[in-house]
């Protein structure tokens, strides 16, 4: 199949075509590309679909979750992401091989795009087995929602050098719970903010600052400006998430806004943003947390934390693209390019030997999200009444999964694996 339209690529808006191989690979892209059947793709924009580098699947989970692997990949595929990280903390949580075997059972029976499953790091003697078949590592270094054991710091060098040698990438929460300043009750999300402050985020990086040479570090959901910074400064990745980017806790204060780590005060905020619209902020992910609306009418210090993100994260930048806010070859980077080569995957960009995943958008069409329009089974969004542009179709693998912005697809969802890095050479 030959496509032709006009879109991204390499690093421009540009008429182009393209061919697709069976197996859903580009195969070649010019100006003109020869080949039967084709396909035009009219005056909709086309860029590459996004991948989602943290979400949490809740699969397996309670009968009553507000998600699974059906669920949230509909919501996925509606919101322009082609494939996404799902987060270890479960019912029960995947920190053992065959937890990640089962997982892989469960991507496989009912997911519509592709699924990374990490296990998470709760001690060393489990990594190597976890390392045959998990996608990648996450290790929590504060507790957050779930009952995941947060390592002791005396093991961390260790457990470090375990992921190294599996070769996989780790991915961090990075709290310092022994920078928490514990309160009675916090009742919104500034005290939550002084209960789990920045300071709190910049002292668990710290712990991360001489990691064994050719680990593969992500730190997630980083909250300032400085803690971007520093991950960078030591060679690991970061990525942001739209809650982060966009809400503040002087603005919000319910338990609906209340997330590890918190909301920061609006000039954090701003000065997050800047990072990450002059492109100094390598990834965007939405840590997509979906809790049901009865937990999150608990009172504030009982509700758990986390908000839905998946469907809504790339139409949200994509509106703001429209409006000269963010270039769009920072959140193209942002969202496909840089996931897909922090995990190795041959996606991300319109180019030959990558897969033909992509979108059709149209720019002239922003409208007001509304949780009741959005497939989301929480039933809730913290964006709401937010302006977005969301995909008119979604292409994976050159077949379409959203036609005219409804969800087609049907159980096309691979599991997949962090491409692992050889072991460094012997130093002879
Ligand atoms: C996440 C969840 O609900 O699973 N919650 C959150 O506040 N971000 C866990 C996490 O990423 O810390
Ligand atoms: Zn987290
Ligand atoms: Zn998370």
Redesign the pocket.
């Known amino acids: 199949m030959v496509f032709e339209g006009r879109g991204y690529w390499r690093g421009k808006i540009t008429d182009f075509e393209f061919g697709v191989d069976a197996e859903g690979i580009i195969t070649r892209v010019g100006k003109s590309v020869r080949g039967s059947p084709r396909k035009n793709l009219g005056d909709l924009l086309v860029l590459p679909s996004g991948i989602d580098l943290?979400a949490?699947f809740r699969d397996p989970g309670p009968t009553d979750s507000v998600e699974n692997f059906d669920s949230g990949t509909v919501s996925a595929a509606l919101g322009g992401i082609s494939a996404a990280v799902d987060?270890p903390?479960t019912v029960p949580p995947t920190t053992t091989a065959d937890r990640v075997v089962d997982k892989i059972a469960r991507i496989r029976a009912r997911a519509h795009i592709d699924i990374l499953p990490y296990a998470a790091l709760t001690g060393a003697s489990s990594v190597r087995r976890l390392g045959h078949v998990a996608a990648g590592f996450k290790l929590?270094l504060a507790p957050?929602?779930?009952d995941l054991k947060v390592p002791e710091t005396s093991e961390i060098p260790t457990l470090l050098e375990e992921v190294r040698a599996s070769g996989l990438p780790l991915h961090v929460?990075a709290e310092d719970p022994a920078k928490f300043n514990p309160r009675e009750s916090p009742t919104e999300t500034d005290a939550w903010d002084r209960l789990r402050p920045a300071a709190a985020e910049l002292a668990a990086i710290e712990r991360l600052s001489s990691p064994p040479p050719g680990l593969r570090i992500h730190i997630?959901?980083v909250t300032t400006a400085a803690a971007a910074d520093r991950a960078r400064e030591l060679g690991a990745g970061s990525e942001a998430t739209p809650h982060h980017l966009l809400l503040s806790s002087s603005v919000f204060g319910t338990a609906f806004q209340k997330?590890?780590p918190p909301l920061r005060a609006e000039s954090v905020r701003k000065e997050l943003w800047e990072r990450f619209r002059t492109g100094r902020i390598p990834m965007l992910a939405s840590?997509h947390?979906p809790?049901s609306i009865s937990l999150k009418e608990e009172p504030f210090a009982e509700a758990?934390?986390?908000v839905p993100g998946i469907e809504t994260m790339m139409p949200l930048m994509l509106e703001l693209v429209r409006r000269g806010d963010l270039p769009l070859q920072v959140l193209v980077r942002a969202i496909a390019r840089h996931p897909a080569l922090h995990l190795g995957l041959p996606r991300g960009a319109l180019e030959p030997g990558c897969e033909a995943n992509f979108l059709t958008l149209d720019f002239r069409a922003p409208r007001a999200l509304r949780a009741r329009n959005l497939s989301a089974r929480c039933g809730w969004t913290p964006f709401e009444g937010r302006s977005a542009i969301f995909p008119v179709d979604h292409y994976v693998r050159g077949n379409r999964i959203v036609e005219d912005g409804e969800f087609v697809g049907s159980g096309h969802g691979r599991a997949l694996r962090a491409t692992p890095l050889p072991p460094p050479l012997p130093k002879s």
Do not use: R
Request: avoid cysteine; aromatic fraction near 6%; charge should be negative.
């Open positions: 943290h949490h987060m903390n929590f957050t929602t779930g929460h997630a959901h997330v590890n840590d947390a809790h758990p934390s986390g």
